[in-house]
Antibody, heavy 122, light 108 residues
Framework: EVQLLESGGGLVQPGGSLRLSCAASGFKFSDYAMSWVRQAPGKGLEWVAGVHGPGEGLYAESVKGRFTISRDNSKSIMYLQLSSLGVEDTAIYYC????????????????WGQGTLVTVSS | EIVLTQSPATLSLSPGERATLSCRASQSVTRNYVAWYQQKPGQAPRLLIYGASSRATDIPDRFSGSGSGTDFTLTINRLEAEDFAVYYCQQYGPSPPLIFGGGTKVEI
């Protein structure tokens, strides 16, 4: 059974930093692209960043230069380093798995974690 | 960058009725790479449809997707109580960003 478990969320002051983790199990982690998707309170879904197998991350314009995505295939964990946080970054951050093995396409997400809440407030 | 506009924002229906949700793209979507998700309160989204019209694993056949180019539709036949939720369309494909529509809430 595929499981994705996020951790690392919490309350942080504006300008602060946080590192989120997503621990994966139940599938061969290195074979799939992974992404972070966020949802501000009462709002819709926003793709934040994604990373293919061993490759570099790709980012939404809203977080480029502030967030860094990475993965450790030996541990089946994906990370999202958040820095220079603003109140607009307050959201539930979901970890999501591509539906198809690495194929050069960013595919839909067939499994999601339950999310971790990041609150940016003074 | 593609913009996905979903309509209506809210759809008020009764169990047993049919729901028709629209997702319009600002430009043609490559190879009809459109997915639909369902999200219930307090839960993560669930993949329903990919490739505009293919049902994901274990999705009931009352859910169907159609469309091409810039206009896509999610149809839910014979609404059941568990179908009342928010639905999002998503464009995916060879390069990010992966764009979501603003969502349609299907309510009783």
């Amino acid at each position: 059974e595929v499981q994705l478990l996020e951790s690392g969320g919490g309350l942080v002051q504006p300008g602060g930093s946080l590192r989120l983790s997503c621990a994966a199990s139940g599938f061969k982690f290195s074979d799939y692209a992974m992404s972070w998707v966020r949802q501000a309170p009462g709002k819709g879904l926003e793709w934040v960043a994604g990373v293919h197998g061993p490759g570099e991350g790709l980012y939404a314009e809203s977080v480029k230069g502030r967030f860094t995505i990475s993965r450790d295939n030996s541990k089946s964990i994906m990370y999202l380093q958040l820095s220079s946080l603003g109140v607009e970054d307050t959201a539930i951050y979901y970890c999501a798995k591509d539906a198809v093995k690495l194929n050069g396409v960013w595919d839909p997400f067939d499994h999601w974690g339950q999310g971790t809440l990041v609150t940016v407030s003074s | 960058e593609i913009v996905l506009t979903q309509s209506p924002a809210t759809l008020s229906l009764s169990p047993g009725e049919r729901a028709t949700l629209s997702c319009r793209a600002s430009q043609s979507v490559t190879r009809n790479y459109v997915a639909w998700y369902q999200q219930k309160p307090g839960q993560a989204p669930r993949l329903l449809i990919y490739g505009a019209s293919s049902r994901a694993t274990d999705i009931p056949d009352r859910f169907s997707g159609s469309g091409s180019g810039t206009d896509f539709t999610l149809t839910i036949n014979r609404l059941e109580a568990e179908d009342f939720a928010v639905y999002y369309c998503q464009q995916y494909g060879p390069s990010p960003p992966l764009i979501f529509g603003g969502g349609t809430k299907v309510e009783i």
